[in-house]
């Protein structure tokens, strides 16, 4: 009995990090997907199309990427392409 209490136990912390890792990696997506919008300002387009092309942007790159999303796409243009298309930018 104590050995299944304690399989629970550890179970359900291994669940609660995993849950806050997963929460903290979202808001870091939010962050990483607002500076991209505001990186865009100047280009004339809707802010539903910045957001839907840095959107995918973001889920493109690693959760370990330290580069922006604007250095990132430089160097990945075949993502910059495909991101611009589904998003309508062309």
């Given at each position: 009995?104590?050995?299944?209490?304690?399989?629970l136990?550890?179970?359900?912390?291994?669940?609660?990090?995993g849950?806050?890792?997963?929460?903290?990696?979202?808001t870091?997506?939010v962050?990483?997907?607002?500076?991209?919008?505001?990186d865009s300002?100047?280009?004339?387009?809707?802010?539903?199309?910045?957001?839907?092309?840095?959107?995918?942007?973001?889920s493109?790159?690693?959760?370990?990427e330290?580069?922006?999303?604007?250095?990132?796409?430089?160097?990945?243009?075949?993502?910059?392409?495909d991101?611009?298309?589904?998003?309508?930018w062309?």
């Open positions: 009995m104590k050995i299944s209490i304690a399989i136990s550890v179970a359900a912390s291994t669940l609660i990090a849950s806050a890792t997963a929460q903290q990696r979202q870091d997506d962050r990483w997907v607002n500076q991209c919008v505001r300002a100047s280009y004339p387009v809707s802010e539903q199309i910045k957001v839907m092309y840095c959107t995918c942007m973001v493109k790159m690693s959760n370990n330290t580069r922006s999303v604007t250095q990132w796409e430089r160097a990945n243009p075949v993502a910059r392409d991101c611009a298309k589904r998003a309508g062309n």
